[in-house]
């Protein structure tokens, strides 16, 4: 193929074109809607992805989404929300390790996908640092007589690692989580040998080095070989392998696996003043005996980044590990800090990721997986073929839409992008090789798994499953997501014990949780008397809850934790609500027509009814009110925004108090916004009140409003 100029993008389905979510997921008619979904979506691939290491969908259709959900809410302020996805950085860490508060955030890098996003990149940057930009052609900025200098790295595909030493010994290793809270993996990290237990020559008081865990090639492929001689289960690829080898609670695993590690950045520093550069960091790394990739250069503009990606790209394929792309940072550090952050990402780098693998093979047969909401997703079951370093046998068509715009017949030769770790895609069909006896994909009308119809709303693309609370593939999640700490809250009831459950066949539905007896929890594997003996104490627990925590747990598509306390606050009971039709649930504080339709159909299924009935039975139970008799809620329609430390609330434990009061907490400042509430350390959200002119409460101010006695300040 030709080499693409800056700015020509691909036409959309063919080879080489990034993923979109137009041509991948449901289209809902409101930017609400559509925003739900990608959140949805997007919460579920990083649990798949950072939690249980099996994403399930290409990075690049990822990627995708989530440059949607950003310019969604930043077109539309409004719908975003502090548990947006793009306020964060990933998935919630695994309960199995001891949590590590990271005292600086490992934050994410924006990502950049094609030529033009690099020149924008480069543009700001020199904007915000004062320089001349030219005002021409997309050329200019290569030639700028002050073009900002740039630290070019490699973007590994590993497992992204915090390492605290002290006084030059390692004292504490923590993943990056969800980039606020990792898992304490410093027995592990220590059985490492390419990472050192004590820093080289003179070392700071403390120091925070962040990099990357990854496995060479190589080594990836004798750790394989060992596993297949020895009859045990082997990796998809290097990054699943050193991320599995990492969660291991055994330390002595984890000394068997080959793992190495590369150093790219700065977390605390205190005892000697930072590097004055990027480059000058890595440099102050190798000398404290840290590994530090050679592959790196400092370069100027635009064109030097793409010289950098572009040399780096021809020779991705000989290197000893796995890359999905290169890293690109301002290189001063002064300018750093006057560049600053986004939300979750430094204004001053950008990852640029390499486009997708594809190669051409043919559809054996298509046939439907059943997600865990529910979703009826036609999957193509290829001839096997070898595409981005596995063999690939299934790629994803994503929906029945999907499928009738490729127009993909089984038994034609398709175009398999594999632009993730696990499930690939069908870019294209190749027409011109389709047999006279190619067969057409007919969505089926009853689910493979528990039979249940299948039905598809007038406004979405994805076909669900209505078993609900019963359908053994969504068993798993319903379970899981019922027990959560802001649903039912039955601590101890994590991933492991959920899959022996419904294995056994002793819990199906979240009804059979409440029949659970010490015995015969005791007799799971890895489940000793006293720690059955606490989950059945935290399962009792549970009975008493509330009843947003029970709308919440029941997992209804589209009601998230505030919508479930909005139908809490308006219905007062669970039966008014399910009697209630799609017209009293427009009556309701921000819902709208899918999400009425969505609950509606949940309560309208028989066998959830009955799911229900059988947990009032077990004895779950929550405080109930009459609708008429509720005191109206005094702040209903004001919108607030927390920021910075409270003196003796967290934000948490405000939220519910402002939301208890009928108001919306909202996390970002607008001028719709009505009050922010700021604490110590207060940053750029109440920068924003105070340009807005947006009125600023302290904690005795919130007081004041919620006790009622100054409503109209």
């Known amino acids: 193929m030709p080499s693409k100029k800056i700015g020509a993008q691909p036409p959309a389905g063919a080879p080489g074109a990034a993923a979109r979510p137009e041509a991948s997921a449901d289209k809902p008619s409101t930017p609400a809607a559509r925003a739900d979904w990608l959140r949805e979506q997007i919460e579920h691939h990083n649990y798949l992805y950072y939690v249980l290491d099996t994403p399930s969908i290409p990075d690049a259709e990822y990627d995708a989404m989530f440059r949607e959900l950003q310019q969604l809410e930043a077109e539309h302020p409004e719908l975003l929300t502090p548990e947006s996805p793009t306020q964060r950085v990933g998935g919630q860490p695994l309960t199995a390790f001891a949590t590590v508060r990271h005292r600086m955030p490992m934050l994410s890098l924006n990502n950049g996908f094609d030529d033009d996003d690099v020149v924008a990149f480069d543009r700001r940057c020199a904007q915000g640092l004062g320089r001349a930009v030219p005002a021409g052609g997309e050329h200019d900025l290569f030639s700028a007589a002050d073009a900002v200098e740039y630290a070019c790295e490699l973007k590994f595909d590993g497992l992204a690692m915090s390492l605290r030493y002290e ?22 990290v220590r059985t490492i040998k390419a990472i050192p237990l004590k820093l080289k020559g003179r070392a700071p008081a403390v120091i925070e080095i962040r990099g990357e865990v990854f496995m060479y090639r190589r080594d990836f492929d004798r750790l394989n070989a060992r596993q297949a001689e020895a009859g045990e289960k082997t990796f998809v690829n290097p990054r699943n392998a050193a991320a599995g080898s990492l969660r ?38 190798a000398e404290l005996g840290m590994p530090v990739c050679a592959e790196r250069d400092v370069v100027k503009g635009a064109q030097g980044l793409l010289d950098f990606y572009r040399s780096v790209g021809a020779k991705r394929d000989s290197l000893p590990y796995d890359i999905d792309g290169v890293v690109y940072k301002v290189n001063a550090a002064d300018e750093q800090e006057r560049l600053g952050f986004v939300s979750r990402a430094p204004r001053f780098a950008l990852a640029h990721k390499f486009p997708a693998q594809e190669m051409t093979t043919v559809v054996e047969d298509i046939e439907v997986q059943v997600g865990r909401t529910g979703a009826i997703t036609p999957v193509a079951r290829l001839a096997p073929v070898f595409v981005g370093g596995v063999t690939v046998t299934n790629a994803t068509l994503h929906n029945e839409d999907e499928v009738r715009r490729k127009d993909v017949h089984i038994g034609d030769t ?60 969504q068993r798993k999640q319903a379970l899981l997501h019922f027990a959560q700490r802001r649903a039912m809250d039955i601590e101890g009831l994590g991933d492991k014990v959920v899959d022996q459950l419904v294995e056994q066949g002793i ?37 008493q809850t509330t009843l947003a925590r029970f709308i919440f747990a029941l997992g209804i598509r589209h009601v998230g934790e505030a919508t479930a306390k909005d139908l809490a606050r308006h219905f007062g009971k669970l039966d008014a609500l ?52 509720r005191a109206p809620a005094p702040l209903a329609g ?34 719709k916004t009505d009050y922010v509430v700021a604490g110590e350390e207060a940053g750029s959200k109440l920068a924003k009140a105070l340009e807005l002119g947006v009125p600023v409460l302290d904690e005795d101010g919130m007081r004041e409003i919620l006790a009622g006695s100054d409503m109209n300040r």
């Open 167 to 188: 006084n030059g010994r390692l004292v504490q290793a923590a993943t990056r989580g969800d980039g606020e809270t990792g898992e304490d993996v410093t027995a592990n």
């Open 638 to 671: 004001k919108t607030f925004v927390l920021t910075g430390t409270l003196p003796t609330l967290s934000r948490e434990e405000a939220k519910e108090m402002l939301e208890a009061a009928g108001a919306k907490v909202a996390g970002s400042v607008s001028k």
């Open 248 to 285: 291991q609670l055994d330390p002595r695993i984890t000394a068997r696996r080959p793992l190495s590690f590369f150093a790219y950045g700065l977390g605390e520093l205190d005892g000697e003043p930072r590097p004055p550069t990027h480059a000058a960091l890595l440099d102050r790394f």
């Open 507 to 543: 819990v199906r539905t979240p009804a059979d949780l409440y029949k659970l007896g010490v015995a015969k929890l005791a007799a799971l594997d890895r489940m000793a008397d006293k720690s059955a003996g606490n989950l059945v104490a935290a399962i009792n627990a549970s009975r």
């Open 578 to 629: 399910m009697a209630a039709d799609e017209a009293a649930l427009l009556q309701v504080n921000d819902v709208g027509p899918v999400v009425a339709r969505s609950i509606a159909n949940f309560f309208a299924e028989g066998h959830n009814v009955e799911v229900i009935e059988q947990l009032r039975a077990a004895g779950v139970q929550w405080p109930e009110t009459e609708p008429a008799a």
């Open 414 to 473: 398709v175009i398999v992008r594999r632009a993730g770790d696990v499930i690939p895609e069908v870019v294209s069909v190749v027409l011109e090789r389709r047999p006279a006896g190619a067969r057409a994909f007919v969505m089926p009308r009853q689910c493979p798994v528990c039979g249940s119809h299948v039905e598809r709303l007038p406004d979405e693309a994805v076909a669900r499953c209505t078993g609900g609370l019963i359908c053994a593939a």
